[in-house]
């Protein structure tokens, strides 16, 4: 799994820490360019199943403009450390990692910004380590039961026990044919389904993303989704008392746009801002607006 390390802003940090079960954890910092205003707020961002941060590329450095950032990856992702406890794999064990970046970052009051899996992690974080998160911003994701709702039908659930049967039989020939997927392939198929916006998306962001997810142990990645698919957050979405941007698109076809509305409208200080034409990569398809409406919930958490 190992990846030759991105160019690093000369204020960027890259660190590995330490998980409670002993998985090494990779974290980048940078700090806020300009002081004053929200610079006093951490923006944590927290990536979907499968991915290393390719989904910030535009936004890192927007947020920066005028606030503390971190980043990190998921245990078994990217630059972090397979798990220790291989049972340790579900929503609450993300969201308790999640807790062991931000007392390694000295537990600043935060916004934690989630994207697809993120936001049930962001969610799970409030719920169990609510102290200093003072906002959360969900883009693209769902309060739980994912494996329920791609493409709006539970097809997922169908599926992913037949897989993993498959694949716990005979897994190095799974982990072969997963490894051996071309990026390029992957790419245009998704082009082609329109699952990301063709006019919009450029092949640069996406391939970096394509890339990554064969190096993510295939059985792992399973396991994790089966998790991901059995996590909820809505008995207490409407206890969530901090400012709350949930970020949809019009057009996702992995977490329709239905789930956020129901979202937004079950947590009390929640905005809803549906991105016209956005798929489920919508913060590299329109960077611009979301940057803008990351931006006002940043500000509204950091003055609450």
């Known amino acids: ?67 503390d950032v971190a980043h990190w990856h998921y245990r078994g992702h990217g630059r972090s450390g397979a798990p220790v406890d291989k049972s340790r794999i579900d929503i609450a064990a993300h969201a308790t990692d999640l807790q062991s970046v931000r007392k390694h970052l000295g537990d600043p009051p935060c916004v934690i910004v989630g994207h697809s899996m993120g ?32 493409r709006g039908v539970p097809i997922l659930d169908t599926i992913l026990p037949k897989v993993m049967d498959i694949v716990e039989k005979q ?6 044919i997963w490894t051996r997927v071309p990026p390029e392939f992957a790419l245009k198929m998704a082009l082609f389904s329109r699952d990301v916006d063709p006019e919009r998306v450029r092949g640069e962001d996406m391939l970096p993303y394509l890339k990554h997810m064969t190096h993510v142990d295939f059985p792992m990645f399973l396991k994790m989704l089966r ?14 008392d901090v400012p709350v941007l949930v970020l ?57």
């Open 1 to 67: 799994m190992s990846q030759s390390p991105p160019a690093l802003h000369p204020s960027e940090q890259h660190q590995a820490i330490t998980a409670e079960d002993g998985t090494r954890l990779f974290v980048r910092t940078m700090p806020a360019r300009t002081k004053g205003g929200a610079s006093h707020v951490r923006v944590i961002f927290c990536d979907g199943i499968l991915c290393d941060g390719f989904i910030w590329k535009y936004l890192w450095n927007d947020v920066a403009e005028y606030a």
């Open 227 to 240: 998790a991901a698919g059995e996590h909820s957050a809505e008995s207490y979405l409407e206890k969530i």
């Open 171 to 176: 897994p190095d020939l799974a982990r072969a």
């Open 248 to 304: 949809a698109g019009e057009k996702d076809t992995f977490t329709p746009s239905s789930l956020s509305k129901f979202m937004a409208e079950a947590i009390p200080k929640a905005e809803l801002v549906t991105i016209e034409g956005g798929t489920h990569v919508a913060p590299i398809e329109q960077p611009e607006l979301v940057a803008e409406k990351v931006r006002q919930l940043v500000e509204r958490a950091a003055s609450a």
């Open 119 to 150: 936001t049930q992690v962001a969610l799970e974080a409030w719920h169990l380590f609510p102290k200093n998160v003072k906002g959360l911003v969900l883009v693209c994701g769902s309060y739980g039961h994912v494996t329920q709702s791609f």
